[in-house]
Nanobody, 125 residues
Framework: QVALVESGGGSVQAGGSLRLSCTGP????????LAWFRQAPGTAREGVAT????????YYADSVKGHFTVSRDNAKNTLTLQINSLKSEDTAMYYC??????????????????WGLGTQVTVSS
């Protein structure tokens, strides 16, 4: 069974926007933290945004502050990532993730219980 499924990726020109969504059985009432990770070819997977399911407080990596916005809807078990002002360096596979292991943050892979399959974002200049 697939734990989480992302949607909304695609190919866009620099300066454009995309809205990624994620849902699935891996997002449950026990989930304490949700995250978006990305991985470009030849690089390690990095956490770029997290949100605490109860408090709604967020964290962003420095590389995405100001143009990524993460949100969640606990009633619909849906996680969203709004990406504005896309840059070529945002090109990567984007993964959503869910954690029950840490109520405050889940920006590292070791804290993740469930992963999505990924959705590709490609930005052309």
């Amino acid at each position: 069974q697939v734990a989480l499924v992302e949607s909304g990726g695609g190919s866009v020109q620099a300066g454009g926007s995309l809205r990624l969504s994620c849902t699935g059985p891996g997002y449950t009432g026990s989930t304490t933290c949700l995250a978006w990770f990305r991985q470009a070819p030849g690089t390690a997977r990095e956490g770029v945004a997290t949100i605490r399911t109860t408090a709604g407080s967020t964290y962003y990596a420095d590389s995405v502050k100001g143009h990524f916005t993460v949100s969640r809807d606990n009633a619909k078990n849906t996680l969203t990532l709004q990406i504005n002002s896309l840059k070529s360096e945002d090109t990567a596979m984007y993964y959503c993730a869910a954690s029950t292991r840490n109520p405050y943050n889940c920006v590292t892979s070791g804290l993740i219980n469930y992963w999505g399959l990924g959705t590709q974002v490609t930005v052309s200049s």
